[in-house]
C-alpha cells in the first residue's frame, strides 16, 4: 500500500505535468527559471522529470528551443510553438471536461455512488 | 566544481553520441544557475556537502540519462505477453526433449542407444542458453520494427470482433489442478515402466529371486520408450493448450495403435517370464506369469484396438456431420 501511492500519484501526475509546462511556456524559461517559476505556483518538478521533458516535448514539435546568452553564460530557452499552442488548448479543454465530470462524481452522494454503479 | 564535472561525465556515458554535447551542456547550465541562486541566498559558496545533496536531486546519472532516451525497454507491453508464453513453452519443450527422456533413458539402460544421447543436464543448458537469447534477439527486433513502422497500432486498428475465432465447444476445460496431476501422474507411470525394465523387482516383486524378465523385453524398449513419450507429450498438451484437440486425438491414435500392436506382438513372443535357475518353483511360478501375461495381453490387444477403432470411427464421424449449419449448432449449445 505504501508503495501504491507514489506509482499512483505518478501516473496522476503524468498528464498533468505536461500541461502545466506548455501552460507555463507560452511565456520564455530555460530549464532552471522554469522549474523555479512552477514551484512558485506551487507544482514542484524534479530535475530529471522536467528536464528531458522539455526534450520530449521539443521532439514532438510543442515546443521551440534556441541557446541564448545571458548574464553572460550560454542558455537554452524554450516557449511552446504554434503547434504547441494548439495543443495547449485542445488539452485545457479535455482536462476542464474531466475535471468538470471529477467535480460532479465527487458532489455526487455516496449512497446515489453506489446505486449508479449498480445500475450499470 | 569536481563533482559537477564528476556528475556529468558519468551522465554523458549513458547518453546517446549524438546529443552528448548538447544535454551536457544543458544540463550544466541548469545546473549552475542552481548553484549561483543558493550561493547568492547564503552569501557563501556552497561546500562539497551541500553540492552533493544538490547533485542528488538529479538522481543517479543512470537515471537521469534514461530519462532523455526514447526508449527504455527491450520488447514492449504488447509484444511483451507473446514473448514470455513463447518462452514459457519452449522452456517446457526443451526440458522434456534434453533433461527427462535422456535422463529416463540413461537410468533404464545406460549401454542403451537412449543413453547416447549428451548428459541431459549439460545439453539442458547448452540448448537453453541459446535458445533464450536467440528468441529474445528475435522477439526484441521484431518489437522494434513494429513499433518504427507503427504494425501494431495499425493491426489493432483495423481489429473487429468478427474476425475473433468463435467460442471452443469442447465442453468446460478440466481443472488446471487436475491436469497438472495427470501429467505428474503420466510421468510417474513412464518412469516407473521403463524403470521397471531394468529394476525387474518393480514388476515381479519377491518372486524376482525364482523368476526374471526374457529377453524378448529389450526388442520392445524403444516402442515403450515412443509410447511413454506421447503419454507424457499428450499430457503436457492438455495442460498448456486444453483445448487443443487435434493434437490429443492424434496421441490418442498413436497410444492405442500403438498399444494394441506391442500387446499383440508381445503375446505372440512366446515366453515373457523365465526361470531364473531351473527349478519346479521357478518353472511353475514362470508358466503361472506367462499365461497371466498372454491373457491379459491379448485382452489389452483387443481393448486397445478397440479403442483405435472407435477413435478413428469418431474422426470420421465429425468430418461428416461438418459444415456451417453444423458448426452453428456446436456454437449455439457451448
Known amino acids: ?120 | 566544481m569536481d563533482l559537477l564535472d564528476r556528475y556529468l561525465h558519468a551522465v554523458k556515458g549513458y547518453l546517446p553520441p549524438a546529443q552528448q554535447a548538447d544535454i551536457v551542456q544543458e544540463l550544466r547550465e541548469n545546473i549552475l544557475a542552481q548553484v549561483e541562486e543558493k550561493e547568492n541566498s547564503l552569501g557563501r559558496a556552497l561546500n562539497e556537502t551541500e553540492q552533493e545533496a544538490l547533485l542528488r536531486q538529479y538522481g543517479h546519472p543512470m537515471v537521469l540519462a534514461s530519462r532523455y532516451g526514447p526508449r527504455r525497454y527491450l520488447i514492449g507491453p504488447a509484444m511483451f505477453p507473446i514473448y514470455w508464453y513463447t518462452l514459457k513453452m519452449s522452456l517446457g519443450i526443451v526440458a522434456l526433449v534434453c533433461l527427462l527422456l535422456p535422463a529416463v533413458a540413461l537410468l533404464v539402460a545406460p549401454g542403451h542407444a537412449g543413453s547416447q544421447i549428451m548428459n541431459p543436464l549439460g545439453s539442458f543448458f547448452r540448448v537453453l542458453a541459446p535458445m533464450f537469447t536467440v528468441m529474445t534477439l528475435v522477439f526484441a527486433g521484431m518489437d522494434y520494427f513494429m513499433e518504427k513502422s507503427r504494425s501494431i497500432e495499425k493491426w489493432t486498428a483495423a481489429w473487429s470482433p468478427r474476425s475473433l475465432p468463435p467460442v471452443p465447444s469442447g465442453g468446460p476445460v478440466p481443472p488446471r489442478s487436475r491436469r497438472v496431476g495427470e501429467l505428474i501422474a503420466s510421468l510417474a507411470l513412464g518412469a516407473w515402466w521403463l524403470l521397471a525394465l531394468k529394476y525387474q523387482f518393480l514388476i515381479l516383486g519377491p518372486t524376482r529371486g525364482l523368476i526374471r524378465l526374457s529377453p524378448v523385453w529389450a526388442w520392445f524398449y524403444i516402442p515403450f520408450v515412443i509410447l511413454v513419450t506421447v503419454g507424457i507429450a499428450q499430457s503436457y498438451i492438455s495442460l498448456v493448450w486444453p483445448r487443443a484437440k487435434a493434437s490429443r486425438t492424434a496421441a490418442d491414435l498413436v497410444k492405442t495403435g500403438g498399444g494394441a500392436v506391442v500387446c499383440l506382438l508381445l503375446a505372440r513372443s512366446g515366453d515373457l517370464i523365465e526361470p531364473v535357475v531351473a527349478s519346479a518353483p521357478g518353472n511353475g511360478l514362470a508358466a503361472i506369469y506367462n499365461t497371466g501375461f498372454v491373457v491379459g495381453l491379448s485382452i489389452g490387444a483387443l481393448v486397445s484396438a478397440a479403442q483405435f477403432s472407435l477413435i478413428l470411427l469418431r474422426i470420421f464421424r465429425q468430418r461428416g456431420d461438418g459444415g456451417f449449419v453444423a458448426s452453428r449448432k456446436t456454437a449455439g449449445t457451448a
Open chain 1, 1 to 120: 500500500m505504501n508503495d501504491l501511492f507514489p506509482n499512483l500519484r505518478l501516473e496522476l501526475r503524468r498528464g498533468c505535468l505536461i500541461l502545466a509546462v506548455l501552460a507555463q511556456l507560452r511565456e520564455e524559461h530555460y530549464g532552471y527559471t522554469l522549474r523555479k517559476a512552477l514551484a512558485d505556483l506551487g507544482l514542484e518538478i524534479e530535475e530529471n522529470t522536467l528536464y528531458p521533458l522539455l526534450r520530449r516535448l521539443e521532439t514532438q514539435g510543442l515546443l521551440v528551443s534556441e541557446w541564448r546568452e545571458e548574464d553572460k553564460r550560454n542558455k537554452r530557452f524554450y516557449r511552446l510553438s504554434a503547434e504547441g499552442g494548439v495543443m495547449l488548448k485542445q488539452l485545457l479543454e479535455e482536462w476542464s471536461s474531466i475535471n468538470a465530470s471529477l467535480e460532479r462524481v465527487l458532489r455526487m452522494p455516496l449512497d446515489q455512488t453506489v446505486s449508479s454503479a449498480g445500475r450499470s
